[in-house]
């Protein structure tokens, strides 16, 4: 096959706004370089809105929940998604050794939840969710609810990548409850 058919072609040039720096010409901070500013990494990170998820296990410490939002779908054939979890957490044994877990994506109420289980008591009562022995903990609301057999476990720098199974999920209408820039937003129901 003919390398040149897999390049881009432009007729044109770009034209920038005068006075702005060509975005290929801002100073860039690489990883191996001994100044790169990890907490304006995060920063930039922060510019991609996501939206915010709960994931809860029943694990040896008992059912637990994290607030998390590095969460993506992997395939839909099989039904594949994966989500993230720091490896300094104080609960990353007890996430990283249970094999089955429930994604829950939050709707806009639901601030005081995600705060709970990124910073609070992260043991869930009994009155909190719905669960039967085999199956991972429901909490009552949310958006939309994944229930998932982890399949692969793959240390990322400090991270642990989890990849699941959908076994089945749910979902209902509303507004879902998002993160950008360090702060929470809403992200309305879509019209018909």
Known sequence: ????????????RPVLP???ASPSRRSVSKPSDTAFDIPAYRRALGGFATGVCVVTAHTGEGPLGITINSFTSVSLNPPLVLWCLDRASDRHKAFASADRF????????DREMSDR???GVCRLSSDEFDSSSAEPPRLKNALTRLECVATERIVMGDHLTIVGAVQRFETAPG?????YRGRY????????
Request: proline share 13%; hydrophobic share 45%; no cysteine.
């Open 1 to 12: 096959m003919d390398g040149s058919r897999l390049r881009p072609r432009f007729p044109y």
């Open 18 to 20: 005068r006075g702005r």
């Open 102 to 109: 429930a994604v829950h994506m939050l709707p806009a109420e």
């Open 117 to 119: 289980f990124a910073w």
């Open 175 to 179: 507004a879902a409850l998002v993160y």
């Open 185 to 192: 937003g809403v992200a309305p129901e879509p019209e018909a």
